[in-house]
């Protein structure tokens, strides 16, 4: 099979997104004092609507309005995803948060490829999750909590993404996703934190949280999936976890004991396995659905 062009080079760009979108969820973090979580994943979300809109301004001509069902579960799936996600920082650490938010789309695969292999992934994780549980001290509960309904829904995200590429053209469905779950949180952001939310250095630093957790991971995702096949890009997507704790440790200063390092790794292996084994590869493409898709928070 001849590679394609840039084949080479893409696993870097899909780690380089990886480490964006978990820089700008740090600085969501660090900015957590002053707009609050929910104030963060409003920001995050117009910002990336507006880019996201203009982008699909074609393919919005052809949106079915019979199709709104789909539309609101997707944008409600989307902006509750995100919600939960962010108010999972507010108390646990970056890594262990992701890490348990990607039981979400791990246990879907799981259960989805009905193997015995699948089973046997799912036993790995398991065992990270109770490394983790069993040796952070002190690890917020209510965090957890929050997290793993991150996971449950990015799971419910997998399943309305799909519905929405087989009923929207092209980038129609997310740009409408990101559009309602901004339409859902910026309200309530307003009503809980004020005018402070749009300050000029609030607005510059959710722009940049943004672009860093949404358009440069996205804009990259898009082009390595014209590069890589669809299973490649989804084993990289599932290092997320190991990601978001190295980043976590930089910039955070967020350091793990070696017995939950462990089970973040589990975790990761369980997931890359996971999509390793899966039953069906397919070559991907410009509509290409990987395994393990990207994490939309």
């Not at 890490?99 to 398991?126: C, D, H, K």
């Not at 949180?185 to 959710?206: D, I, N, R």
């Not at 350091?255 to 899966?278: E, K, S």
């Amino acid at each position: 099979m001849t590679s394609r062009p840039g084949a080479a080079a893409a696993p870097l760009l899909v780690l380089l997104g990886l480490a964006c979108q978990e820089v700008g969820a740090s600085i969501a973090v660090l900015l957590f004092p002053r707009v609050g979580p929910v104030g963060m994943v409003a920001l995050r979300l117009l910002f990336s609507a507006l880019v996201l809109l203009a982008i699909a301004a074609r393919s919005l001509r052809g949106v079915d309005v019979r199709h709104w069902r789909i539309m609101l579960g997707y944008g409600l799936a989307l902006g509750l995803m995100n919600v939960l996600f962010y108010l999972s920082l507010e108390r646990i650490p970056l890594g262990i948060a992701v890490t348990i938010e990607v039981l979400g789309p791990l246990t879907l695969s799981v259960v989805e490829s009905r193997t015995l292999r699948g089973l046997v992934w799912a036993v790995t994780a398991g065992v990270g999750v109770a490394l983790l549980g069993g040796t952070a001290h002190g690890l917020d509960l209510v965090g957890v909590a929050f997290a793993a309904g991150a996971g449950a829904l990015w799971a419910v995200y997998i399943l309305m993404a799909r519905s929405a590429g087989a009923a929207l053209p092209g980038l129609s469905g997310i740009a409408i996703a990101t559009s309602l779950g901004a339409l859902l949180t910026v309200p309530v952001a307003l009503a809980t934190v004020g005018s402070v939310l749009v300050t000029p250095s609030v607005l510059a630093l959710g722009f940049a949280v943004a672009v860093l957790s949404s358009a440069i991971p996205y804009g990259i995702e898009l082009t390595a999936l014209r590069r890589l096949r669809a299973e490649t890009f989804a084993v990289l997507m599932a290092l997320a976890p190991a990601v978001a704790a190295l980043t976590g440790l930089v910039v955070l200063d967020q350091a793990l004991t070696w017995t939950v390092a462990l089970g973040i790794v589990m975790v990761t292996v369980a997931g890359v396995g996971a999509v390793r084994t899966a039953p069906v590869h397919r070559e991907a493409g410009p509509d290409a659905e990987p395994a393990m898709p990207p994490s939309p928070t």
